[in-house]
């Protein structure tokens, strides 16, 4: 029930934000060099390494490491960066991971495939064997305002609780926060 869910809201939302996304390309390319999409290695389900793309906020060279492990995240966004990050634009390559299955609209977020501390804490509660999500319950607590551990208590109680009306409420808690820019420091 979950993929079915997934699959036709990816396919009406790629309808809908067609041309928003076509503009929102064009303009990370005009406003510095490099491609529109930047693919990140990330950890998916059972720890399989999967490409998940995000419209580029950062300059080309930057490290490929968590945003809050940069000595200044700032001097590494590009022009129109801290406008994707904070609006979560950024995210929006990211229906086609959920149209590949790679991911769902709900889970916990796909770590970075360096971040250790995250993928071992995960693993060792059964969070990996979930499917990552563009949003998540840690997501709407905190984002990027939390600490690894408190994230993983997040994803804990996700997999625990999770149904199709939590994942409904999740997404509309993030519809909310996204609207108010809440919990996101870079």
């Given at each position: 029930?979950?993929?079915?869910?997934?699959?036709?809201?990816?396919?009406?939302?790629?309808?809908?934000?067609?041309?928003?996304?076509?503009?929102?390309?064009?303009?990370?390319?005009?406003?510095?060099?490099?491609?529109?999409?930047?693919?990140?290695?990330?950890?998916?389900?059972?720890?399989?390494?999967?490409?998940?793309?995000?419209?580029?906020?950062?300059?080309?060279?930057?490290?490929?490491?968590?945003?809050?492990?940069?000595?200044?995240?700032?001097?590494?966004?590009?022009?129109?960066?801290?406008?994707?990050?904070?609006?979560?634009?950024?995210?929006?390559?990211?229906?086609?991971?959920?149209?590949?299955?790679?991911?769902?609209?709900?889970?916990?977020?796909?770590?970075?495939?360096?971040?250790?501390?995250?993928?071992?804490?995960?693993?060792?509660?059964g969070?990996h064997?979930?499917?990552?999500?563009?949003?998540g319950?840690?997501?709407?607590?905190?984002?990027?305002?939390?600490?690894?551990?408190?994230?993983?208590?997040?994803?804990?109680?996700?997999?625990?609780?999770?149904?199709?009306?939590?994942?409904?409420?999740?997404?509309?808690?993030?519809?909310?926060?996204?609207?108010?820019?809440?919990?996101?420091?870079?």
């Amino acid at each position: 029930m979950k993929r079915l869910f997934d699959l036709v809201l990816a396919l009406f939302v790629a309808a809908v934000l067609l041309v928003p996304v076509a503009i929102i390309a064009l303009a990370v390319r005009l406003t510095s060099p490099g491609p529109a999409l930047y693919w990140s290695d990330r950890v998916g389900r059972n720890n399989r390494i999967f490409k998940m793309p995000k419209f580029r906020s950062m300059r080309i060279g930057t490290p490929a490491v968590a945003t809050h492990l940069l000595s200044d995240p700032k001097a590494y966004l590009t022009p129109i960066g801290p406008f994707l990050r904070k609006s979560s634009l950024d995210e929006l390559p990211q229906l086609w991971s959920i149209l590949m299955g790679d991911m769902s609209f709900v889970g916990p977020r796909p770590a970075l495939f360096n971040q250790t501390d995250l993928i071992e804490l995960r693993t060792g509660r059964g969070v990996h064997l979930l499917v990552p999500g563009l949003t998540g319950w840690a997501q709407v607590n905190g984002r990027d305002e939390l600490p690894i551990p408190v994230k993983v208590q997040f994803d804990v109680e996700y997999l625990q609780r999770r149904s199709l009306g939590f994942d409904i409420r999740i997404l509309w808690l993030t519809f909310v926060k996204v609207l108010r820019r809440d919990g996101v420091t870079h």
